[in-house]
């Protein structure tokens, strides 16, 4: 049974008073709705609100003078993205943290037992973007630029999912709100990390992306956006990384190269940032709406 938002907070208060904070104190269920043997699971709603939530202001963004696509742009790339995001985010996962499940092809696609990246998932959105601005001649990074003012949308939702179901935990720590995590066979006490990167790489790069949005006019400046994007989700990620606990299988790997697996993806997204910023000064688009 889920708790009321105001129960919640009174009883996160309380925990953090005399820490650390039992999980199971939080009154949370990964299962948000059950009928029967019909279980619809918070993740699940995750991917659904978030893809809701960004189509919707997709649609408020394209009303604005200069839009890179139209409507019917929008429609077919909710469609090609969430093919991309399920997709690239399943074998990005196996590919990145888990390769021992192509040993056996079907547990590659049982994607209810959970592990999804994020950076296969953004590959996967990626060719999406690709397969619309190829098909109907569009820019390929303006159309970019509006679609990371979205994405954290969906970074938000997946990451409190993530806290829910008692999973991704952090580091062990003293801090005052350290949670002790049922999955965690250890029973200590640990960072919240997942909530860490919902503020981060949701929250708060959702907010700047939407100031300068909507407050600047770089949004004429194909790039921009969608390297803040990228550099910003790529700061975040790395900084969490240091109190978010690295896959079991992971920690030799951690341990011989000095970053995370997660760490050393992030490398790469944050050096593509900043060279769509900088050089966006030099891509100035002309603020032409594309007919309907």
């Keep these: 049974m889920i708790l009321p938002i105001s129960a919640l907070a009174a009883n996160i208060a309380a925990a953090v008073t005399s820490a650390p904070i039992r999980f199971e104190e939080l009154g949370l269920s990964p299962v948000a709705l059950s009928i029967g043997s019909f ?20 649609g408020r963004m394209l009303r604005q003078p200069g839009a890179p ?22 074998l990005g996962y196996v590919l990145f943290y888990r390769p021992d499940l192509f040993e056996t092809p079907l547990a590659v ?9 994020f950076h296969g998932g953004l590959i996967g959105v990626l060719l999406a973007i690709g397969y619309l601005v190829w098909r109907n001649k569009l820019s390929y990074l303006r159309v970019g630029d509006y679609v990371a003012c979205v994405v954290p949308f969906g970074l938000l939702f997946g990451r409190l999912a993530n806290f829910v179901n008692a999973e991704l935990w952090g580091r062990p720590t003293d801090v005052p709100w350290a949670v002790i995590f049922p999955t ?13 990167e919902a503020g981060l790489e949701g929250a708060m790069l959702a907010i700047i992306l939407a100031v300068l949005f909507w407050k600047t006019d770089v949004r004429h400046r194909p790039g921009f956006l969608g390297g803040v994007f990228l550099a910003g989700y790529g ?48 891509r100035v688009a002309k603020p032409l709406p594309v007919t309907a």
């Design 109 to 117: 696609f049982k994607v209810w037992e959970g592990g999804m990246s």
């Design 39 to 58: 279980q619809l699971k918070w993740y699940s709603l995750a991917y659904l609100f978030g893809i809701l939530l960004g189509y919707w202001y997709m």
């Design 235 to 282: 700061a975040s990620r790395f900084i969490v990384e240091y109190f978010r606990n690295p896959d079991a299988h992971l920690i030799e790997f951690a341990e011989r190269t000095g970053m995370s697996m997660g760490q050393w993806l992030t490398v790469p997204m944050i050096l593509i940032g900043l060279y769509l910023m900088i050089s966006s000064r030099n």
């Design 69 to 90: 696509m139209a409507q019917r742009h929008a429609d077919d790339l909710m469609l090609y993205s969430t093919l991309g995001i399920i997709l690239g985010g399943r």
């Design 184 to 196: 965690d066979p250890s029973g200590l006490p640990r960072h919240p990390s997942q909530l860490y």
